[in-house]
């Protein structure tokens, strides 16, 4: 029979002193953390995302070509599967592993393979908590080899049930993904305060770390209480979103001030416990009530009880302030008189509300070539900017896309659309 696991540690576990059955372990590392899927891991849309894919997203380029070679090698071994005739799969709590079993029952719907399933949970010598997140890889040998006393065979419905849940994601995955208590969610911005979940999750775990006050932060301790509480990226990608949201980035309204060299020179290791890092002024403001009955609380799927918010409350109009995965950085004086004669006249026009707005407001310096498509952009929700620097020639192009998270889909809106939701949102928080 083979043995499936998520990961190079947890089959390293299984074989330890058990090297005979090397020949019968596959190792498959989740698939998906992120990229379009809709037609499926190896689709023409997701290998040009992945090769357009620059530092907002919090992955450098040698990362991206490591990740899509294992791809394409995993994807061929999941498929090897369906001539074998018993298979065995150890997953866990662990988002990554939810999104790879049910991938793999895709595989194996209607397929002449018996599949047995060992699922962490069910084995209860070790119970994770707040503060101690477990994997299998995290058991001992023997301890693992003991969890074979809840090896399950599921029903052909059970395996189809999971594949259909697979099927569902995929149809409806327009763009980029991750995974979240179990399931694909979209990652753009939310609308409600201009975060994607990894921007949100940073803030929330430096707040976490420090609540009563703002004070400078070691980055292992950031990175530690990211990954371990909240997110599947690796350490390198959630630096990276960190980074971005600095004063080093040209975010008009930063969220992090970082002390110490950004860029690491050598070793990475002694590079985050060398930097520090704490929230800006304009940070706590967004984080403001983040603990109050108010603001709903989800699931990560990193251990029970462990939980995020699903949206930073305080009153900082950041989607409209600072230019975010697609949209245009606007001055703060600019935005809240647009927001108050909204307030006032529900049926102002479009065209006077990007009057109210004025020109983008970038601090990087950039010059706007083509501005009279900005009317364009406003009322449409999308479109494309290019743009030079004063000493250099190069022209740059951003595709500008007001695709935003809402009631957990993705909706374009153009101006008016943004101002009317983000104002009904800010007055239902009021109200609470």
């Known amino acids: 029979m083979k043995e499936i696991f998520a990961s190079h540690s947890e089959a390293r576990t299984f074989l330890h002193n058990n090297e005979s059955r090397k020949d019968d372990v596959l190792v ?21 995302f992945l090769a357009e894919i620059d530092s907002d997203a919090g992955c450098d380029k040698e990362t ?28 866990s709590d662990y988002p990554g592993d939810q999104e790879f079993f049910y991938y793999l029952c895709s595989v194996l719907d209607e397929k002449n393979v018996i599949v047995n399933v060992i699922y962490e949970s069910d084995f209860n010598n070790k119970k994770s908590n707040d503060d101690e997140i477990l994997g299998w890889g995290s058991y001992a040998h023997d301890e693992m080899m003991k969890a074979q006393s809840v090896s399950k065979v599921l ?15 995929q149809n409806e995955n327009a763009f980029f993904r991750t995974v979240r208590n179990r399931e694909l969610v979209s990652d753009f911005p939310d609308y409600r305060d201009g975060l994607t979940s990894l921007q949100r999750s940073i803030l929330y775990a430096m707040y976490r770390i420090s609540p009563e006050s703002k004070k400078m932060l070691k980055m292992t301790a950031i990175l530690a209480e990211t990954m371990g509480r909240y997110e599947m ?6 630096y990276s979103v960190l980074k971005n949201m600095s004063q080093k980035s040209p975010l008009p309204y930063p969220f992090v001030f970082i002390q110490g060299q950004p860029e690491p020179e ?27 009955e108010a603001v709903p609380y989800l699931a990560t799927g990193r251990g029970k009880g462990v939980t995020k918010t699903e949206f930073l409350p305080g009153d900082f109009p950041n989607v ?13 004086e600019n935005v809240r008189k647009m927001l108050d ?5 529900p049926d102002i026009t479009i065209d006077e509300l990007i009057d109210l707005i004025g020109e983008p407001f970038f601090t990087d310096g ?11 952009i406003y009322r449409t929700g999308k479109g494309a900017l290019r743009y030079k620097y004063a000493d250099s020639e190069k022209i740059y192009e951003d595709e500008i896309n007001y695709t935003l998270l809402k009631d957990g889909e993705g909706v374009l809106m153009n101006l008016k659309d943004l101002v009317a939701n983000y104002t009904e949102y800010r007055k239902s928080m009021r109200e609470k």
């Open 366 to 376: 950039r010059i706007i070539l083509n501005p009279e498509t900005l009317p364009e």
């Open 64 to 91: 991206i070509v490591h990740f899509w070679d294992e791809l394409v090698k995993n994807y061929h071994n999941i498929w090897s599967l369906t001539s074998e005739k018993e298979i065995r799969i150890w997953y």
């Open 28 to 48: 498959l590392e989740p698939l998906l953390p992120f990229g379009p899927i809709k037609n499926g891991p190896l689709c023409d849309e997701r290998r040009k």
């Open 155 to 169: 029903s052909k419905d059970e395996v189809h049930k999971a594949a259909e849940k697979w099927r569902k994601v």
């Open 266 to 292: 050598n070793d990475e290791t002694l590079f985050y416990q060398n930097i520090k890092a704490e929230l800006t002024d304009i940070a706590s403001v967004l984080l403001k009530n983040v603990d109050s």
């Open 320 to 332: 409209f302030c600072n230019g975010n995965y697609g949209l245009i950085p606007h001055k703060l």
């Open 233 to 238: 990226f690796s350490d390198w990608n959630i």
């Open 341 to 345: 004669a909204y307030a006032r006249d």
